[in-house]
């Protein structure tokens, strides 16, 4: 409280400044009003639109898998990665023959039932990545035709150790990968100059691409740790001189690696978001609205006529709370598995163009001010727009600009939450700005 205070003066003193040079009054003073007023706004305009695409490379985790949300409908995402020599001059010694190779990812979180197994098949991709590239959830790179493994059923387990070799690791994906192709690629190439270092490998061996190519009923997508010093290609060897020898592919702060994100046009997804979305009918934005992770919706929103609202009065914000709560009545209602922990906003001067900008509540006063987080307490979002709405009633940002409600983690989740909007029958929950103000009035000394 004490902080929001403090600003409500901060913007007292900005708002007198603005209004001498306005009014062109010399001497003139301000002073708060005697009362502080609150003010409740659902004059709200708000639609879901899909998002064009989120750049999914050089991300702390990526999204893989297949599900069928019941309300978002299918979410189809598949892994490219990179991996590189764990050690130069590779030779693998005299009589060296191959046991096993093993690709294994840890995890690092999930979206949807793990109960149900995925289908994965994994090739060898036949098109470079480039370390100062972006890569973005819209990307596909060739591969080459015949799978290095295809797995019918693959159980997911993201919260279950596993054995290796008798030492416990924790949770990961582990494939078995086609003996024979790393023989003709690996131990063949023994002491060869595409074994030498990573500038001749990877032109030599470009990388992998794990596919989701089906799933057991509805699915699952997981969260892969693609950093973790657990995440290689370990191929498992003897020699003449020395039995149970590892040699390692790694995937470190040097590869590229990315998500092929793929929503299916949401032709399952239910039908008023489908409305939204793909048919751009927005009559029922008013009751219900919808924000998805992993390059899928996101919401934008304008306050209409609030300028106008305040045209006559010379208003100090003291509080502008944006909130907003997820609907229960559907299977998308709040899940902590399936809804975004946070939300996170940003404008644009035009809703045309690329260029985004920071909230000034966020920039200028932090991310714990500025909110975003679900609060347990009452199932809600909330979000402090004081600054901003202050700003925009004094016409530094105009109140055309578009803002834009996205899922935080956006590129390393699949979370989503169906909101309800600013004209739903329930009044207590729907979407609404509350504006906490005292008026200054100007006087002549």
């Known amino acids: 409280m004490k902080k929001i205070f403090f600003f409500g003066w901060i913007l007292l003193a900005v708002l007198a400044t603005a209004c001498k040079e306005e009014d062109n009054r010399v001497g003139g003073t301000l002073r708060p009003s005697d009362v502080i007023r609150t003010d409740t706004i ?75 197994r995925l289908q994965i098949g994994v090739y060898e991709l036949d098109e470079p990545m480039h370390k100062d590239s972006s890569y973005y959830s819209v990307r596909d790179l060739a591969v080459q035709p015949v799978p290095l493994a295809k797995v019918g059923q693959v159980e997911v387990h993201p919260l279950k150790k596993v054995v290796v070799t008798g ?130 919706v996101k919401v934008q929103l304008r306050f209409p006529g609030l300028k106008s609202r305040y045209a006559e009065k010379r208003v100090v914000v003291h509080k502008a709370e944006f909130v907003m709560a997820p609907d229960y009545s559907v299977a998308g209602g709040y899940n902590p598995w399936f809804n975004p922990s946070s939300l996170s906003m940003y404008y644009k001067q035009d809703s045309a163009s690329t260029k985004t900008y920071f909230m000034p509540d966020y920039l200028n006063l932090g991310s714990d001010y500025f909110g975003g987080k679900f609060q347990v307490e009452d199932s809600t979002y909330r979000f402090l727009l004081t600054e901003y709405i202050q700003y925009l009633l004094m016409g530094k940002i105009d109140e055309s600009y578009p803002l834009y409600l996205i899922a935080n983690g956006a590129a390393v989740q699949a979370t989503r939450v169906r909101l309800l909007g600013p004209a739903h029958p329930n009044r207590s929950r729907r979407m609404r700005l509350i504006i906490t103000y005292s008026l200054a009035d100007l006087l002549q000394q």
């Open 42 to 116: 659902d004059a709200i305009q708000a639609f879901s639109i899909a998002e064009d695409s989120i750049r999914t490379s050089k991300m702390s985790a990526e999204v893989f898998g297949w599900v069928d949300d019941p309300v978002f409908g299918t979410v189809r995402s598949h892994l490219y990665m990179q991996f590189r020599l764990s050690a130069n001059a590779v030779d693998f010694g005299a009589g060296a023959e191959l046991d096993s190779v093993v690709l294994s990812i840890p995890y690092a979180g999930f979206f949807g039932d793990t109960s149900y």
């Open 167 to 296: 030492e416990e690791q924790s949770p990961q994906l582990r494939i078995v990968l086609d003996r024979d192709y790393f023989i003709k690629k690996m131990l063949q190439k023994s002491g060869a100059p595409e074994l030498a270092d990573n500038a001749h490998f990877l032109p030599y061996f470009k990388g992998l691409m794990l596919k989701a190519e089906g799933k057991e009923s509805k699915g699952c997508l997981v969260y892969l740790d693609v950093l973790n010093s657990l995440t290689a290609v370990t191929l498992h060897y003897h020699n003449q001189e020395h039995d149970s020898l590892t040699f390692q592919l790694v995937s470190n702060d040097s590869s590229v690696y990315f998500a092929r994100i793929d929503h299916q046009g949401y032709a399952e997804a239910e039908a008023e978001l489908k409305r939204q979305v793909t048919e751009r009918k927005y009559d029922g934005a008013s009751q219900l609205l919808y924000v998805q992770a992993s390059g899928g």
